[in-house]
């Protein structure tokens, strides 16, 4: 088995490097776990959770580093892999009781985070290949990366600070070649490469952030504007389709052509025993507003655009609602996380949420919610409720 | 005469060390208990055996293929780039590194698009996603890559020839 070690030896591969690596991983997955929890929260808030309505691109920027960060993890997962693959070939394979518990949880924490940044990356392809629910999955993995990421660096943490600078790394590798340690021969080489390949620590690190920025620039375009010219490589284009804004999910998908297209479609707004209806008609002879505002998607893409329609909370002033009302916005689609979603009075009080009826200067196309649509600031766009037929207050 | 270093002490030091490391030990083991409990009681077992079988294939796919198969290429690249000088094989090498990367990342686009082939009209297939031409730009990208790191290569040696010359004349 040491033979079979001993063909996967680079003398690249070292403590520092490791040490590195790990902290830029540590640091993104950080980073992704913190955006991702903040969209759970937002899309299924506890009873505690405070809603930002400013900035208005507040989910634009968490959702984009949130899938920026997500696919930068990709090489760096990759090659701090690679920089402790000796490891995996150590014999004995499992030394003690608490030797074969830091393999298994290692085990795990290498399998979820290869799992967790493949489907994420899948999911924004809109590309489900595997046998469960994406959603449920990729927040459950992410808790078990945080924690085995915790429990990595609690177990690992004399290792980590011996090699976190290099005074220090150059100290540790003195006193373990004195002291003639196991590790000392491997060690000492990697600090000093052999001249052979012209490949040094420093010259593996620049290809490694190299290939972490090409990545991260021809791909964050799909979130960010000032990145639009370089997206290459990212499911989404900003400034596509109908009225230049991208879609989640088409009419045809979600079955509600017919019913958003129908002559007679009236919106129902409740609130208690009081129920009101207006035709498309009504709602345009209501004073109407215009905003700049993005929509965002949990897949990461993002589209700045012009909403106007009449202010969700003068539709509810036409039904009496109390002002701290929670509101229900039911969908002509049926079913699903897309049927209706609920809307607390940080956004239904604001100003700049609209019921939409046109975007970029035309009424809504039918892919975007036609007749109607829910637009408020700094939303998950899985919550800006499209073909809209009812506003109840809950 | 040395000065005494100025900070904690060594064995306040490592009273911290110890604490930190206790705290995280134990958050670490309080999120993976509560994701156990949160797979368990919102994911159905038929999922659960997917998710154990995705993570053990993900397991097998990259420490039994992906990386023995960059431990080959790398034992192969030296004897290719044998003849040329250190510097040289170090730009061969981040290129190779940096296109390999990118292709990891793009690669699953281009399959993607094979796999999710609109099935006629009607069929609701959303045109915003997986539009662009990603084969196309995945191969203008290695071109571009290959021409750079030929171009530095090139340099480096008439560089590195030029200023043996001097050194000889001198």
């Known amino acids: 088995m040491e033979a079979v070690n001993g063909r996967f030896s680079s003398p690249l591969r070292s403590r520092r490097l490791t040490v590195v690596l790990g902290r830029w991983l540590g640091l993104a997955f950080t980073v992704c776990f913190l955006t991702g929890l903040f969209s759970h929260l937002l899309q299924d808030p506890p009873a505690w959770m405070f809603f930002l309505t400013r900035p208005v691109w507040l989910y634009v920027a968490t959702q984009g580093i949130h899938v920026t960060t997500g696919i930068a993890s990709i090489p760096l997962l990759a090659a701090k892999l690679w920089s402790v693959y000796p490891e995996l070939l150590r014999w004995p394979p499992l030394k003690s009781v608490v030797h074969s518990l830091e393999r298994v949880s290692i085990a795990l924490f290498v399998a979820s985070s290869l799992v967790e940044v493949t489907i994420g990356l899948l999911n924004t392809f809109q590309w489900y290949p595997w046998p469960f629910s994406f959603r449920d999955v990729h927040y459950w993995l992410a808790w078990v990366i945080i924690g085995s990421l915790a429990l990595h660096i609690a177990v690992k943490m004399p290792l980590i600070l011996a090699h976190w600078s290099r005074r220090a790394d150059e100290a540790a590798i003195a006193a373990d070649t004195e002291g003639g340690g196991p590790d000392g021969k491997t060690v000492t080489a990697a600090v000093k490469p052999g001249p052979g390949h012209g490949w040094s620590r420093r010259g593996f690190l620049t290809a490694i952030t190299a290939g972490t920025g090409v990545v991260v620039l021809t791909t964050a375009g799909q979130s960010f504007a000032w990145l639009s010219g370089l997206n290459l490589f990212a499911a989404r284009r900003m400034d596509t389709g109908p009225q230049a804004v991208p879609i989640n999910r088409t009419a045809a998908q979600a079955g509600v052509a017919d019913a958003a297209l129908a002559p007679d479609w009236v919106l129902t707004v409740s609130s208690g025993p009081v129920q009101k209806t207006f035709t498309l008609a009504q709602l345009a002879a209501l004073p109407q507003y215009s905003y700049g505002l993005p929509i965002a998607c949990v897949e990461g893409w993002s589209q700045g655009a012009q909403w106007r329609g009449v202010r969700i909370r003068d539709l509810m002033a036409t039904v009496g609602a109390p002002a701290d009302a929670e509101l229900q916005i039911s969908s002509m689609e049926k079913g699903g996380v897309y049927g209706r979603s609920f809307m607390p009075a940080a956004y239904?009080?604001?100003?700049?949420?609209?019921?939409?009826?046109?975007?970029?200067?035309e009424p809504l196309d039918l892919d975007h919610g036609y007749p109607a649509r829910i637009i408020a600031p700094g939303r998950p766009g899985v919550l800006q409720t499209k073909w809209v037929h009812k506003v109840e207050v809950i | 005469m040395r000065l005494p270093?100025?900070?904690?002490?060594?064995?306040?030091?490592?009273?911290?060390?110890?604490?930190?490391?206790?705290?995280?030990?134990?958050?670490?083991?309080?999120?993976?208990?509560?994701?156990?409990?949160?797979?368990?009681?919102?994911?159905?077992?038929?999922?659960?055996?997917?998710?154990?079988?995705?993570?053990?294939?993900?397991?097998?796919?990259?420490?039994?293929?992906?990386?023995?198969?960059?431990t080959l290429a790398g034992g192969g690249l030296s004897r290719l780039t044998y003849g040329l000088g250190p510097v040289q094989q170090g730009i061969v090498r981040g290129a190779l590194l940096v296109g390999a990367l990118v292709t990891l990342v793009a690669a699953p686009l281009i399959r993607a698009q094979q796999v999710l082939e609109p099935s006629g009209p009607g069929s609701g297939v959303n045109g915003t996603v997986l539009q662009g031409d990603y084969a196309l730009a995945l191969g203008v990208f290695w071109v571009v890559l290959a021409v750079a790191s030929a171009a530095v290569v090139a340099a480096v040696g008439l560089y590195g020839r030029r200023s043996k010359v001097r050194k000889t004349r001198s």
């Not at chain 2, 490592?14 to 994911?43: E, Q």
């Open chain 2, 5 to 70: 270093v100025v900070g904690p002490s060594a064995p306040a030091r490592r009273r911290t060390v110890w604490w930190v490391r206790a705290a995280l030990g134990v958050l670490g083991l309080a999120a993976l208990g509560y994701a156990i409990f949160g797979f368990l009681a919102n994911v159905p077992p038929v999922q659960l055996i997917g998710v154990a079988a995705w993570l053990a294939v993900a397991l097998l796919v990259h420490d039994g293929v992906l990386v023995p198969l960059t």
């Open chain 1, 348 to 361: 239904s009080q604001d100003e700049q949420t609209l019921l939409a009826l046109e975007l970029n200067g």
